[in-house]
C-alpha cells in the first residue's frame, strides 16, 4: 500500500466562495504546506493541484528539499495568457466548486507521476492542514491494506430529532477521503458530472453519502473512521464560518472522539 496525499486548491477562486481575500487564501494553503513538511515531511508523495493563474513557482522551489511535492496546475481557459497550445479543461463555475475540485482530481489522476506510482490517494482540501495527519494516516494504513475506499459518513437522524432539520443529517465528509487510484479511475472519474452547487443534493457531500449507500455492505469499503479527524484553519460554509482550532470545536472533537469508541455503529 502507498499513499500520496492530493491537495485540492483554489488561490484565485473564479465561483464566489466567501470573505478572504486571494493573499490570505495563498497564506492558508502555505501553512498548509509548511504543516506537513513539519509533520510528514517526505515520507509520502504530496501532489497539490490547483485551478487557477496563480504563480507557484515560489512553492516549488521553497518545498522542494522539505517535501516531496508535485504541483499541477489547470487554468481555466479564459485565464490563459498564451495564444497558442490554450487547453479547455472544462471547468464551469456556473456548477460550483464542487463540480470543479473533481473535475480537477480527474485530471491529476490522468497527468500526475506522483499517483502513477501509488496505489490509494489520500484527498484533503488544501486550505485545511490535518493537524492529526499522522494519527489518521496510521488508521488507513492499518485498516485500508485491502479496502478501495474509506470515508468518513454522517447517516443518523440526531439532528432531525434536536433540530428539526435533515440537514447535517445524511452526508459524506467531502473535505479528505482515502480511495484507491484505480477504483477511482474505473468508478468515480467522472462524478463531477453529478455535482451541482446550485442544487440541493447534487453537492459532493451528497455524492459520497450515495456512494455509501450503494456500498455499505461492501467489505471492501469503509464509511466510519475510528479517529475523529481534526483540522485547522477556517471553513466558509454555505451557512456558517467555520474556525477548526476554537475551543468550541475542539471541545467537540474530543466528544465525537468518545462517542466514535464508545458507539461505532452510529454514525452521528
Given at each position: 500500500?502507498?499513499?500520496a496525499l492530493?491537495?485540492?486548491s483554489?488561490v ?9 481575500s486571494e493573499?490570505?487564501r495563498?497564506?492558508?494553503y ?10 510528514i515531511?517526505?515520507d ?6 490547483e485551478n487557477?493563474d496563480?504563480?507557484?513557482t515560489?512553492?516549488?522551489e521553497e518545498?522542494k528539499?522539505?517535501?516531496?511535492l508535485e504541483?499541477?496546475q489547470?487554468?481555466?481557459?479564459e ?7 490554450r487547453e479547455?479543461?472544462g471547468?464551469d463555475n456556473r456548477k460550483?466548486?464542487?463540480?470543479n ?7 491529476a489522476l490522468e ?6 506510482e501509488?496505489t490509494?490517494f ?6 485545511y492542514?490535518?493537524l492529526?495527519?499522522?494519527?489518521m ?7 485500508g491494506?485491502d479496502k478501495?475506499?474509506m470515508?468518513d459518513?454522517?447517516?443518523?437522524r440526531?439532528?432531525?430529532i434536536l ?5 447535517g ?5 467531502s473535505r479528505?477521503?482515502l480511495?484507491?487510484v ?5 468508478q468515480l472519474m467522472d462524478?463531477?458530472q453529478?455535482m451541482d ?8 457531500e451528497?455524492?459520497l453519502y450515495?456512494?455509501?449507500r ?5 467489505d471492501?469499503?469503509s ?5 475523529q ?7 466558509e ?11 468550541r470545536?475542539?471541545?467537540k472533537n474530543?466528544l465525537?472522539s468518545?462517542l466514535?469508541?464508545?458507539f461505532p455503529?452510529?454514525?452521528?
Open positions: 500500500m502507498k499513499i492530493l491537495l485540492t483554489t484565485c477562486p473564479q465561483v464566489a466562495t466567501g470573505k478572504f493573499s490570505e495563498m497564506e492558508m502555505h501553512s498548509t504546506l509548511q504543516y506537513y513538511a513539519d509533520t515531511g517526505c509520502y508523495p504530496v501532489v497539490l493541484i487557477s496563480a504563480d507557484l515560489v512553492w516549488k518545498f528539499e522539505s517535501l516531496r504541483i499541477l489547470f487554468v481555466p481557459l485565464l490563459q495568457n498564451s495564444q497558442s497550445n479547455d479543461y471547468f460550483g466548486k464542487g463540480y475540485e473533481y473535475l480537477m482530481i480527474k485530471l497527468r500526475s507521476e506522483s499517483l502513477k501509488c490509494h489520500l484527498k484533503i482540501t488544501g486550505r492542514p490535518m492529526n495527519i499522522r494519527e494516516l496510521g488508521e488507513m494504513e492499518k485498516r491494506k478501495v475506499m470515508c459518513v454522517k447517516d443518523s440526531l439532528y432531525e433540530r428539526g432539520t435533515s440537514y443529517s445524511h452526508w459524506g465528509d479528505f477521503f480511495v484507491a484505480d477504483f477511482y479511475k474505473e462524478c463531477y453529478e452547487d446550485r442544487v440541493y443534493g447534487k453537492f459532493a451528497n455524492y450515495g456512494v455509501s450503494k456500498y455499505r455492505k461492501d471492501r469499503f464509511f466510519r473512521f475510528r479517529h479527524v481534526q483540522f485547522g484553519g477556517q471553513s460554509g454555505a451557512l456558517q464560518d467555520v474556525l477548526y482550532i476554537s475551543f470545536d475542539i471541545v474530543k465525537r468518545v466514535r469508541a464508545l455503529h452510529l454514525w452521528f
